[in-house]
């Protein structure tokens, strides 16, 4: 294939890519955007197929029919409650083939060709650096949120000191790569380096924080990604990774910002590890009254509600029950109830967790209301219906300078005229500090599995 059709290719590619991007940014049109995108891919791929510098067919093709069919099974039988430890999952294995391919061109440039230029070698650190990096970072996110390790943050001593240390090891042998020693035990220790920072730097950050660490994470993917474009002087790969890179680190500042607090807080505070001030928060909530009611009672208030706003949380993505809490939805419209959904930035595991579940329920989007707009409707609402969401609704990120979660912007639940909060127990959310909310006056408690509690309201509607 000629190079200026390979170009034109290549830019038709890219041009897919940032169409897809745009296209999903917008729920209504984000299924558009996922198939532009994978048309651009295949392009992409057909015309990699073409260069005359493939070496072996077969090889790449029996690569491809592996990961193709692991990934096609993976992605058709995942839960949407694990569809944050397979976005960790797959853009761990993005960073991974970025840090095994630099590793393969060091290998195949230096030290026996001399062709390892000053740009080129920058270009294999930085890949084999960041790539290793995302990839067992994001192993240790995918465990947390599997839940094979303890989601609370697992600290060790002097843990900074260590990471630290650990990088500007890493970082001097890279150096020493970039100027001119090029053994091969030098990249080694780069990427090996690398891997074990990963760990470490994930370890020390709860599960509070995946949402902003997967999506930082993802930046880096895109950027070892765009590395590695560089060193196989492939224009397609450095466009696409840095859209990545780009868009991974805006998320990462715009969920940041959602938790009012900074990148380096979610980084280096440990958020999760509940200290002296945060039990002595905790405690002030303990001589208040819970109040519990039968669905049958909660019922009535839905059925006679002016208007009722769901507030989904990660209790309902682990019951699976966003197809029944349309369907309760659609029966409190037919009784001319006033319907919405109230989203907040980091509610769920992942960033967008609750839209992706509504939107697979079929739930209208107009009706979804992102957090400054749900905001200002909770005091002309009747009745707040919380599903499974805790720390995005926990008064004291408003009022308790004592609490981990203070100042961060939540859903003012507890300005509707009633709440209803369903749960399977009392047990604290991942930021691992009790809710006031659950003792406040105007609240009762509906407790079991979310998905048999909507079962039972819908039959308690249907009753009325």
Same mark, same amino acid.
């Given at each position: ?98 840090? %095994? ?283 707040? %219906? ?24 939540? %859903? ?24 006031? %909310? ?27």
């Amino acid at each position: 294939m000629g190079r200026v059709a390979t170009d034109f290719a290549y830019l038709a590619t890219i041009v897919a890519f940032i169409l897809a991007l745009k296209f999903l940014s917008h729920p209504a049109t984000a299924r558009r955007g996922n198939w532009i995108g994978a048309v651009g891919m295949l392009v992409a791929i057909a015309v990699t197929f073409a260069q005359k510098s493939v070496v072996s067919y077969w090889e790449i093709v029996v690569g491809m029919a592996i990961g193709g069919s692991f990934g096609a099974v993976a992605a058709r039988r995942v839960k949407m409650t694990a569809m944050p430890q397979m976005v960790a999952l797959f853009n761990g294995v993005g960073g991974g083939a970025a840090a %095994l391919i630099s590793l393969a061109e060091f290998h195949n440039l230096a030290p026996a060709s001399g062709r390892l230029h000053g740009d080129i070698s920058v270009s294999i650190i930085l890949s084999a650096l960041i790539g290793a990096i995302s990839f067992s970072g994001s192993l240790v996110a995918f465990a947390k949120l599997q839940e094979l390790i303890q989601g609370r943050p697992i600290v060790y001593p002097e843990q900074q000191i260590v990471n630290g240390l650990l990088l500007a090891g890493v970082l001097a042998a890279g150096v020493a790569v970039v100027a001119g020693s090029e053994k091969q035990w030098l990249i080694v220790a780069v990427i090996l380096g690398a891997l074990l920072f990963g760990v470490l730097f994930v370890l020390p950050i709860g599960g509070a924080d995946m949402p902003v660490v997967i999506s930082l994470l993802n930046a880096f993917t895109g950027i070892a990604a765009a590395a590695t474009g560089f060193e196989l002087e492939n224009n397609v790969l450095i466009v696409s990774g840095m859209l990545v890179g780009a868009s991974g680190t805006l998320l990462t500042i715009l969920m940041g910002r959602a938790m009012n607090r900074s990148i380096a807080n979610v980084l280096f505070g440990a958020f999760g590890q509940v200290g002296p001030s945060a039990a002595a928060a905790a405690a002030d909530t303990d001589g208040g009254a819970v109040r519990s009611a039968t669905a049958d009672d909660v019922a009535v208030m839905l059925a006679y509600a002016h208007k009722v706003v769901f507030v989904p949380g990660y209790g309902m993505a682990v019951a699976q029950a966003q197809h029944d809490v349309r369907q309760l939805a659609d029966l409190l419209e037919a009784r001319g109830v006033e319907v919405s959904y109230a989203i907040h930035p980091v509610a769920g595991r992942m960033p967008g967790h609750m839209n992706v579940l509504l939107a697979e329920a079929n739930v209208p989007y107009p009706q979804l209301k992102e957090m400054d707009e749900a905001n200002s409707e909770f005091p002309r609402t009747d009745v707040a %219906l919380v599903i499974g969401a805790n720390d995005v609704t926990n008064p004291d990120a408003r009022t308790n300078q004592g609490s981990p979660i203070y100042g961060m912007p939540i %859903l003012n639940v507890d300005e509707a005229q009633s709440v209803v909060v369903l749960k399977r127990s009392m047990n604290p959310g991942f930021a691992g500090i009790e809710n006031p %909310l659950f003792v406040n006056p105007k609240t009762v408690m509906l407790f079991g599995d979310a998905k048999d509690s909507i079962t039972q309201l819908i039959a308690g509607i249907k009753a009325q």
